[in-house]
């Protein structure tokens, strides 16, 4: 998946593109693709989790759920209480846990009814990739 150009994900044969919050809307990039087209979108709420099932994005990704240095100018943490109401109300639209993932807290996201996480220090280690994996696919 191509971040936010769907025009270039298109033209490099990419699955698709996760649309921010600044991209065109997942309606248009649906109409404009077409229905093979993967779709994913950054929300911030559950009003933006709603918008982009309503749009006819594939899946959302959904936080910050915990604090996260690059993610505070979203705003404050959303906590696992919103991505399980999210996750309630939205099913069988799949979200994905986003903001301050830890391997601790991954558990906590899917049992809350994240479909996945997401995360820049999570896998930020190559040597530890395998093993993160390994331990995320556990408790799924």
Do not use: W
Request: charge should be positive; include cysteine.
């Amino acid at each position: 998946m191509i971040n936010d150009r769907a025009d270039i994900a298109a033209s490099a044969g990419a699955d698709g593109v996760h649309l921010t919050t600044t991209s065109v809307t997942a309606d248009v990039i649906r109409r404009t693709f077409g229905a093979k087209f993967l779709i994913g979108a950054s929300t911030h709420s559950l009003l933006g989790a709603r918008q982009a099932f309503r749009q006819g994005a594939d899946f959302a990704v959904f936080g910050p759920v915990f604090h996260s240095a690059s993610k505070t100018k979203y705003g404050p943490p959303l906590g696992v209480g919103q991505l399980k109401d999210a996750a309630r109300e939205l099913t069988p639209f799949p979200l994905i846990a986003l903001g301050g993932i830890s391997l601790g807290r991954v558990a906590e996201c899917l049992l809350a009814g994240a479909a996945g996480v997401a995360g820049i220090t999570l896998f930020s280690k190559p040597k530890d990739l395998a093993m993160t994996v390994e331990k995320i696919q556990d408790f799924a």
